[in-house]
């Protein structure tokens, strides 16, 4: 599977920008996906995620009720919309795909990684 993430861009504080990541090889609606992001100087983190069986989607408490994660299997393509984006929120941001249903928000988990895209808030 190979993930091809886009969408970044510079933003001001406040603002919103929607990722996405299209995914090509494997069978995309079979695959759990997430959203890490790796900021300077930081360790890379997890964001969002959402699982293959149910659709169930979890996010970290630092995105939680302005982020919002979903896909579409029938463009394989999973997305990131990002509203009321802070200063705190720059950083690279991955998609990321896997088999596994469970401990979604391990980076682990994930087998499959696009290149990433920059996302950067001006305050």
């Known amino acids: 599977v190979q993930l091809q993430a886009s969408g970044g861009g510079l933003v001001q504080a406040g603002g919103s920008l929607r990722l996405s990541c299209v995914a090509s090889?494997?069978?995309?609606?079979?695959?759990?996906l997430g959203w890490f992001r790796r900021a300077p100087g930081k360790e890379r983190e997890f964001v969002a995620a959402?699982?293959?069986?149910?659709?169930?989607?979890y996010y970290a408490d630092s995105v939680k009720g302005r982020f919002t994660i979903s896909r579409d299997n029938a463009k394989n393509t999973v997305y990131l919309q990002m509203n009321t984006l802070k200063p705190e929120d720059t950083a690279i941001y991955y998609c990321?795909?896997?088999?596994?249903?469970?401990?979604?928000?391990?980076?682990?988990?994930?087998?499959?990684w696009g290149q990433g895209t920059q996302v950067t808030v001006s305050s």
């Open positions: 090889g494997g069978t995309f609606s079979s695959y759990s």
């Open positions: 959402t699982k293959w069986t149910n659709g169930v989607t």
């Open positions: 990321a795909a896997g088999s596994g249903t469970v401990y979604l928000t391990d980076r682990t988990v994930y087998k499959y």
